[in-house]
């Protein structure tokens, strides 16, 4: 049977499941501003978002200065990409048991 409190709780909200996603998609590290474009979110709630994942060890923001302004880009940490990978098995286990 799925141990469903193994669903981590910080992931699994709708909003930090996109942030994590995105971030795991691509070795790159991902612009604030490419975050909030391609999870239509405000500055407020990406940030807030962002914060917790942070917090959790899940991910890091460098923030960059340079040519015009300022940038904050998200990666994800390798404590966060383990966490999301065993999120996704325990999501796979629930897919399997639905079939």
């Known amino acids: 049977m799925i141990d469903f409190s193994k669903l981590d709780k910080t992931i699994h909200e709708k909003g930090r499941l996109g ?3 995105l971030l795991a998609s691509r070795v ?18 990406l940030i807030t978002h962002l914060r917790t994942l942070e917090q959790a060890g899940y991910i890091s923001g460098e923030k960059h200065t340079g040519d015009g302004r300022p940038q904050t880009l998200y990666t994800l940490t390798k404590p966060g990409r383990k966490a999301f990978e065993d999120y996704l098995g325990i999501l796979e286990q629930i897919l399997h048991l639905g079939k």
Not at 28 to 45: I, Y
Request: aromatic content about 10%.
């Open 19 to 21: 942030i994590m996603t």
């Open 28 to 45: 790159e590290p991902w612009p604030f501003q490419d975050l909030k474009g391609e999870l239509d979110m405000s500055d407020g709630n």
